[in-house]
């Protein structure tokens, strides 16, 4: 299955060169496509069998209202960091079908001042209690949140 993620780009300052973040941003110009503009694109790579399916990142209730409004195919999945718990985007989104995806859901090397939940204390304490790795335990919560929590590695795998 392949599925299209709507993406709405933003550099990290503390993550990269800052020569590098000067070279690219003065390269760019200000676009300012409307997002149903860009979905409509992304509708066509459904119909013409491209992708499965498409879907956003961290769109809010009123957002989805809005892209709902004006699409023929509905997002599949919405993005969403597992760190912030958003309780009202879960509910709208089971209730409207979406899927909640947890991005990075043990922790984002590339934002190295961000939370990271592999490190709080509650999860050391709980990996005792129950026996449990870390990993073991923040997967297991994202999936009973209801989240498709597909962990990521930047580690290249051993043979």
Known sequence: MLIYILC????HRNSMDTNFLNEIQSGLKDARVPII?????????????????????????????????????????????????????????????????????????????????????IIFELTKKYSKTSVQLLLNWGINRGYAVIPKSVTPPSN
């Not at 709405?8 to 550099?11: A, M, S, V």
């Not at 760190?83 to 989104?93: F, K, N, S, V």
Request: aromatic fraction near 8%; charge should be negative.
């Open 37 to 121: 503009d860009t979905w409509r694109a992304m509708e066509k790579l459904v119909k013409d069998g491209k992708a499965c399916s498409i879907g956003v990142p961290n769109f809010t209730i009123p957002m989805h209202g809005d892209l709902l409004s004006k699409c023929e195919n509905p997002p599949a999945v919405n993005q969403v960091h597992p760190g912030l718990p958003q309780e009202e985007t879960l509910a709208y989104c089971k209730s409207e079908n979406i899927i909640l995806a947890a991005y990075s859901p043990l922790v984002n090397p590339v934002f190295l001042d961000a939370f990271k939940p592999i490190e709080e204390p």
């Open 8 to 11: 709405i780009g933003r550099f």
